[in-house]
């Protein structure tokens, strides 16, 4: 008989404030799913605790790594053993993986949104042109990650240049991509030789469902790929308005999914029960 292990294996998100994120909920939903005795845990943490939070993530070792949200994602950074070469360039680190004593900083935000572009509408980034909407850290994810897969063109619109700016100076300087930034006052064109817009902001986040980014709506056209990175409600008005003109579009609530599902394979070295996953989610968001 194979001796029985009571341990559980950890993993969660250390934030501040943290009550709110449902991570858990896919997560837990994906490990009960393959029979996993892990759990996901909210683990309130404040800015100034972090260090001492990440010692003790060390000491417990059936802790297999974390999410980090708001405050920590660019902090974090000093007190991982290593950070891939995508999670440095953006600066930020959203997952962190356990490998004996060693921790590694990861960024699956981007790579959620890629897997979402690849897999749920065909398109394969290298020598196409981009428009993302936003500077933040979404922007800066999928920004590198669109850069590194090969991206032709990225144009940057974004209402303050300072943040816009930083975003492009460093595509520019550290990988293939031609960037420039287009300061947003007023409703933005798409350029007609754009293949995938991205809205990267928060405009139509929960509750303001019924926000519109400002944009000549008669730009977005059949041909384009529209997506959303807002995952609560993900059918969002801009997404409303591509589809009512015959364009592809793709919601944040897949790369949530995905990016997560990324993170659960780091973890556990399995692959995710996607659908699951998405179902869980799509779920607690319709509560
Ligand atoms: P940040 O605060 O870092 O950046 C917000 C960006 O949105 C900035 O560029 C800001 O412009 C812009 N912005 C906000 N409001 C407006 C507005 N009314 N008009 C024009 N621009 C606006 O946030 P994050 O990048 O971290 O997050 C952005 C969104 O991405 C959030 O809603 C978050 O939920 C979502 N997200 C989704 C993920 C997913 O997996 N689906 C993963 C990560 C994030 P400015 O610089 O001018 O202030």
């Not at 799913?33 to 000491?59: F, K, Q």
């Not at 064109?189 to 008669?218: F, G, H, K, R, W």
């Amino acid at each position: 008989m194979a001796a029985t292990s009571y341990m559980t294996d950890i993993v969660g998100v250390f934030g501040f404030p943290v009550a709110e994120n449902p991570t858990g909920v896919m997560q837990n939903a994906a490990f009960d799913a393959l029979g996993l005795t892990w759990r996901y845990l909210n683990i309130e943490v404040a800015a100034e605790d972090l260090g001492e939070a990440i010692g003790g993530l060390r000491a417990m070792r059936n802790f297999q790594g974390m999410n980090l949200t708001i405050p920590h994602k660019v902090e974090v950074l000093q007190y991982l053993d290593e950070v891939s070469v995508d999670a440095r360039l953006m600066g930020a680190v959203n997952t962190v993986r356990r490998v004996d004593d060693r921790l590694i900083g990861e960024n699956t935000d981007g790579k959620g949104f890629l897997t979402a572009l690849r897999d749920d509408a065909g398109i394969d980034p290298f020598h196409k042109d981009f428009v993302v909407l936003g500077a933040g850290g979404a922007a800066r994810a999928i920004c590198v990650e669109l850069a590194l897969a090969g991206a032709s063109t990225i144009t940057v619109v974004n209402r303050s240049q300072q943040r816009g700016k930083g975003l492009v100076d460093l595509l520019n300087e550290y990988t293939p991509a031609k960037a420039k930034l287009v300061k947003w006052d007023g409703e933005y064109t798409v350029p007609t030789e754009t293949q995938v817009l991205i809205n990267a902001t928060s405009i139509a986040l929960y509750p303001d469902v019924d926000a519109m980014a400002p944009l000549v709506l008669d730009s977005l056209r059949p041909d384009l790929v529209v997506c959303d990175v807002i995952p609560n409600p993900p059918n969002t008005p801009l997404l409303r308005a591509a589809a009512a003109r015959g364009a592809k579009t793709i919601d944040g609530l897949g790369m949530l999914v995905y990016q997560g599902a990324i993170a659960f394979k780091m973890w556990t070295g399995y692959d995710a029960p996607v659908e699951i996953m998405h179902k869980a989610l799509a779920a607690e968001f319709e509560k």
